[in-house]
């Protein structure tokens, strides 16, 4: 691979709040979400069947617009339904206390996230589940096969990743979940299943490619990418952004920054002049 050349760059100028906006954002227990409700860009689901047809099932924009595409391509619109999108800081509080109630501390600890560290509270994470009569609404069936499995082997293309996985349960602190799906965007996800990273460990190895040094690229048939993290700084920190080149950025919630660089191939940029 011919890794891109920059010699100028323009400057951002980023409060610490940024840390807690983008798709890349980490949600656990020991980052708890910080972004407010205010701030999120939700649309409701309305081309793919919802577990409660009465209630509005919201998504982050970008988000819906690639979940509708993955469904499309895996011809599974009327096979596959959205079970839960975003919740509320007082929804997830409510289900994590009736789960407390009706499935004990074991169950609840396993399947449900504490309020403000449920992913479900960002908009970017949707449960979903095969479409059949009986749907639990914690538990969907989302079986390893037909167009369920389709759904899981094409989830990475459109920037969607099997949040939860078995065997990274030490990590993730939340049992295996083959229905719940978290969008981060490409080429993150498509990285992320390459290596077998959960999201604990994938924001943990981009810290190793840091503006200054090494910068890590992922190429594609048509693309180059390159991607750098940036550390934060106390109150405002200054984040390099290569000119002439689309970028996508996104805070961590926790420490900083990832950029992302889009260099097509055949361009200057890609060619490094």
Known sequence: MDKPQFVFYK?????????????????????PIRLKE????????????TLRQNNRLLLEKTCL????????????????????????????RELYESSLRENGAAF???????PDESEH????AVDVGENKEEVDFICPSFPDRGVCQTFKERAAEYGFIQRYKKGKESITN????????RYVGFPHALIMEQNDFCL?????????FVFAKEHFYFETESTILEIYYVKAAMGSTTVPIPNHARYELSGNNADGF?????????SEQASGL
């Open 121 to 124: 509270q960002t908009g970017l």
């Open 258 to 266: 990832v950029v992302t660089v889009f260099h097509e191939k055949g």
């Open 174 to 181: 939340i049992a295996c979940e083959p229905w719940h799906f």
């Open 108 to 114: 609840t600890a396993s399947f449900v996230a504490r």
């Open 11 to 31: 400057e951002l100028q980023l409060n610490q709040s940024a840390i807690h906006h983008g798709h890349l954002i980490l949600v656990n227990r020991e980052h």
């Open 38 to 49: 205010q701030f999120l860009e939700l649309l409701p689901v309305s081309e793919l069947q």
């Open 200 to 208: 604990e460990e994938y924001i943990a190895f981009l810290k190793r």
């Open 65 to 92: 617009r690639q979940l509708m595409a993955l469904v499309n391509a895996a011809s599974a619109i009327n096979d596959i339904i959205a079970v839960s999108g975003f919740r509320s800081q007082s929804e997830q």
